[in-house]
């Protein structure tokens, strides 16, 4: 027979899908309490009525946006009168690319990507719900990234404001932040918390306990019995315990199991664990980078060409490595939104000239080598002309 390493029907998984972000879990445990206190929140709209705008609020991997994901499907389930829009805003950071999503669930398509404006599009939305007669509840995923880009408030005033320039229409908020020091009330207009009103709901960290028994319920249905032996899981939770984030714990699992196949054994052993994790450990940072716009790339590529070059990165010197692609202000604007998202430390030394020092954050370098076919430019060219 010839060998066919595609093909190889020697796996280890029952249902490698389960171990996907993406997928939505059939047991959401430990969430009881946040699930009824969202359900609260969102029940008016099932009479029709405005439902009260949420915060929900936890560190990574807390459940935050599978709590809204299972709510949502449950909604969409029990009635059309109500139209639950989720939206990332990893991927929509403007009011025209979010009000887009929000008309696309409503309509069955997007608008024309050019030539209309917000407030046409915004009217497409305030229309569909008029005729529908329907009450618009839109999740707001991952708020984080429209606090660091600083246009937060100009996407959710005009999501509150609604009814104001179309009465009848009934609109909610559901908020999901994974920063627990970021406070809305220093990035929103007065105007626009004062229609918020927001209530909070905590997703507290996952203790070690219910990280193991999230990891065996998604074992048992996911894998075959015996695959990780009781030791191996302990040391996966330990692993996730120390990194905070049950994403981890997930990918780490995958990897480990995938690798055990890998090597034609039935068991996964600590080994597999460890290696895994080394890769498994940077993920959220990995997801962070992925994100960044060119720009803001390329002055995280300039830090780390700085530091590599020995002793702290002075904010200037690293502007200067950009060979004036953007102007300061640009410049400066960019890292301060590395700082936002945690990919770097900015650091005011007093004295002459107050000068900032840039400070990478552990495992982004790993996470932010050098892209394949970017060539490392390490003086500028000051030729004017071209060619
Ligand atoms: N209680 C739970 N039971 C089973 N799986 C869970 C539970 N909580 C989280 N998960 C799983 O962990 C992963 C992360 O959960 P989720 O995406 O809901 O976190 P989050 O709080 O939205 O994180 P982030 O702030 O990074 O967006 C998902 O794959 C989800 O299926
Ligand atoms: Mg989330």
Redesign the pocket.
């Known amino acids: 027979m010839t060998h066919r390493p595609l093909m190889s029907d020697q796996t280890l998984f029952r249902d490698p899908d389960l171990f996907?972000?993406?997928?939505?879990?059939e047991?959401?445990?430990?969430?009881d309490t946040q699930l009824e206190d969202l359900a609260f929140a969102l029940r008016p709209a099932l009479r029709g009525a405005r439902p009260l705008n949420t915060v929900?609020r936890?560190?990574?991997?807390?459940?935050?946006?599978?709590?809204v994901?299972l709510l949502f499907a449950e909604i969409r389930e029990t009635t059309h009168a109500v139209v639950p829009v989720l939206v990332s805003c990893q991927t929509e950071r403007t009011q025209y690319a979010v009000f887009s999503r929000i008309f696309l669930a409503l309509s069955g398509h997007l608008p024309p990507p050019s030539g209309v404006s917000n407030t046409r599009v915004m009217a497409g939305v305030a229309h569909a719900l008029a005729e529908r007669g329907a009450v618009l509840i839109v999740c707001l995923?991952?708020v984080t990234r429209l606090i660091a880009d600083g246009t937060l408030d100009s996407v959710l005033a005009p999501l509150l404001r609604m009814h104001e320039a179309w009465p009848g229409v009934r609109t909610g908020v559901v908020l999901?932040l994974?920063t627990p020091e970021a406070d809305l009330s220093r990035v929103l207009d007065p105007s626009t918390l004062s229609v918020l009103q927001a209530s909070e709901v905590l997703?507290p960290p996952?203790t070690a306990a219910?990280v193991r028994g999230?990891l065996a319920?998604?074992l048992r249905a996911g894998v075959y019995p015996g695959v990780v032996p009781p030791a191996v899981l302990d040391l996966v939770v330990e692993r996730t315990m120390a990194c905070g984030?049950?994403?981890v714990g997930?990918d780490v699992v995958k990897r480990a199991v995938l690798h055990a196949e890998r090597e034609a054994r039935t068991g996964v052993t600590a080994g597999d664990v460890l290696a895994a994790f080394a890769v498994s450990r940077h993920l959220?940072l990995t997801?962070a980078v992925e994100a960044l716009t060119p720009a803001e790339r390329a002055v995280l590529d300039a830090v780390l060409r700085e530091e590599r070059g020995g002793g702290p990165a002075v904010a200037g010197q690293v502007y200067d490595r950009l060979c004036g692609e953007m102007g300061y202000a640009a410049f400066s604007e960019r890292l301060r939104k590395l700082e936002t998202l945690r990919l770097v430390d900015l650091y005011v030394r007093p004295g002459r000239g107050r000068r900032r020092e840039v400070v990478v954050r552990e495992g982004v370098g790993e996470v932010a080598a050098p892209q394949a076919g970017v060539a490392e430019e390490e003086e500028c060219r000051y030729e004017t002309g071209k060619g």
């Open positions: 996907e972000f993406a997928h939505l879990p047991v959401f445990n430990y969430r929900l936890g560190i990574p991997g807390t459940g935050k946006t599978t709590a994901r995923d991952d999901t994974s997703f996952y219910e999230i319920d998604r984030d049950l994403r997930l959220h997801v």
